[in-house]
Nanobody, 115 residues
Framework: QVQLVESGGGFVQAGGSLRLSCAAS????????MGWYRQAPGNQRDLVAS???????NYADSVKGRFTISGDSAKNTADLQMNSLKPEDTAIYYC?????????WGQGAQVTVSS
């Protein structure tokens, strides 16, 4: 059984920084990419950033230049460094992993940014 465990997140004032970490464990094979999605109340879950097993990254336009995703494909980890946070970044952030055989989600981490 594959599990994604997230840590980090919390409460910060606008302009501050937070870091999210995700570690996958279990019987993991053929990972395509890991990433972070977020979902605010009443909104759909949207991709924030992703990183492939080869290190190629992708970001939502709204976070480019502020967020940085990093990962270790050997350890199946993915971290999201979030700088210059804005109130509109407030959401539950979910770690995600896509393999050749399945998709997996973490339990979610709350990020709250006050104005």
């Amino acid at each position: 059984q594959v599990q994604l465990v997230e840590s980090g997140g919390g409460f910060v004032q606008a302009g501050g920084s937070l870091r999210l970490s995700c570690a996958a464990s279990g019987s993991i094979r053929a990972v395509n990419f890991m990433g972070w999605y977020r979902q605010a109340p009443g909104n759909q879950r949207d991709l924030v950033a992703s990183i492939t097993s080869h290190g190629t990254t992708n970001y939502a336009d709204s976070v480019k230049g502020r967020f940085t995703i990093s990962g270790d494909s050997a350890k199946n980890t993915a971290d999201l460094q979030m700088n210059s946070l804005k109130p509109e970044d407030t959401a539950i952030y979910y770690c995600y992993m896509r393999t050749r055989y399945n998709n997996y989600w973490g339990q979610g981490a709350q990020v709250t940014v006050s104005s």
